[in-house]
């Protein structure tokens, strides 16, 4: 997902329709402080565009940097989440990296052998080796994971480097580096361990998956919930919830439906999230996890500037759910180390789900 200043180069149809619907209803979206009232609005004081100042962030303190990964150093979080492992069983729920799975806006991925092999023979035994170059947005691709130093909002003028602001009040100012970010990047995380919960809302609506820009309500989750004999289920502080859409069928087979715009969750959702679950993960199998379009053309990615800029709450996109779906395992232990790179935005890798 990228920043809202880069989206004139997706080729995606469904940002293209947000942003239009936007200019057709310009007072918000041209002056955020009428934004007032907006599902994505904390508190009536709009200091930013998305009301009250965020940071210090109330639950983790000035200075962090880890946001919601900080629940994954509490352990009873992490045995909560190791006491769902009973069968010993393990599955992946990450996509394969490869040159031809969709990517977004102008992102791209090139791996390359430079020889076979790379180097050798060696020594009496003749060893030899390969390795491989890789060219890619390291954290933007694939399944890929938000950082906190991913999303951010412009709280003044766009220009002035100290009024553009991401998780807990650091500003672009603090951690702009041609080297990695200088703040907020992916080795300030803590490893996940997380109790998963898997809510299969395309099941729940009786379809094979969801349409472009279909918003997931309570009432979807609820219904799910029913539907998974979970009705009833009590959620709890650093939980990772992902979001089944169906979207996954798309996945290579169809990029350009892919990238067209996709189903998600809304605000209504993701209050819940943060306010009353106090969630450690969100994911889902689509490549914002939001809903594109959002039915206000003026939410373009509100929910991820809501979920990350304001509640520092990490986010796991591009997965492959329909098959633990299909097993019916609906809370398993969700394990995920973000790749430490010294200020990278986010990262690659492989999460799995263990039951």
Aim: glycine share 12%; proline share 6%; hydrophobic share 40%.
């Amino acid at each position: 997902m990228k920043l809202l200043t880069t989206l004139g180069v997706a080729g995606a149809v469904g940002i293209a329709v947000a942003i239009s619907g936007g200019a057709a209803n310009a007072a918000c979206k041209d002056n955020w402080k009428d934004c007032a009232g907006k599902p994505w609005v904390d508190g009536k004081d709009m200091q930013t565009p998305l009301g009250s100042k965020w940071w210090p962030n109330p639950l983790w303190g000035g200075d962090d940097q880890a946001g919601s990964t900080n629940w994954y150093t509490k352990p009873e979080v992490v045995m909560r989440a190791l006491a769902l492992v009973k069968e010993g069983k393990v599955m992946k729920l990450g996509h394969q990296y490869e040159d031809g799975m969709p990517l977004f806006g102008s992102r791209s991925f090139s791996m390359r052998i430079p020889a076979t092999p790379t180097g050798g023979p060696f020594g009496a035994e003749k060893l030899m080796y390969n390795d491989e170059f890789l060219a890619t947005e390291i954290g933007q691709v694939g399944t890929q994971f938000d950082g906190l130093g991913h999303i951010g909002v412009a709280v003044g003028d766009p220009n002035d480097k100290s009024e553009l602001r991401w998780y807990n009040g650091f500003s672009a100012a603090e951690m702009g580096s041609p080297y990695g970010l200088a703040a907020l990047g992916t080795e300030k995380l803590h490893p996940i361990v997380a109790r998963g919960i898997l809510l299969d809302i395309a099941a729940a609506r009786g379809v094979e998956s969801m349409d472009v820009g279909e918003v997931i309500t309570m009432a979807d989750v609820d219904n799910a919930l029913k539907k998974q004999n979970m009705e009833g289920f009590e959620f709890k502080e650093g939980d990772a919830i992902l979001f089944r859409t169906g979207w996954d069928k798309y996945w290579i087979t169809d990029n350009a439906k892919y990238n067209s715009g996709c189903p998600g969750i809304g605000m209504e959702v993701a209050r819940w999230v943060a306010e009353e679950v106090k969630a450690g993960v969100t994911a889902g199998d689509t490549w914002p996890v939001d809903a594109v379009p959002n039915p206000d053309p003026d939410c373009v990615f509100c929910v991820h500037a809501y979920l990350q800029t304001r509640h520092g709450i990490v986010n796991q996109e591009n997965l492959k759910l329909t098959p633990l779906a299909d097993a019916g395992v609906y809370q398993f232990a969700y394990i995920y180390t973000p790749v430490p790179i010294k200020g990278a935005t986010g990262s690659i890798g492989s999460p799995i789900a263990m039951w």
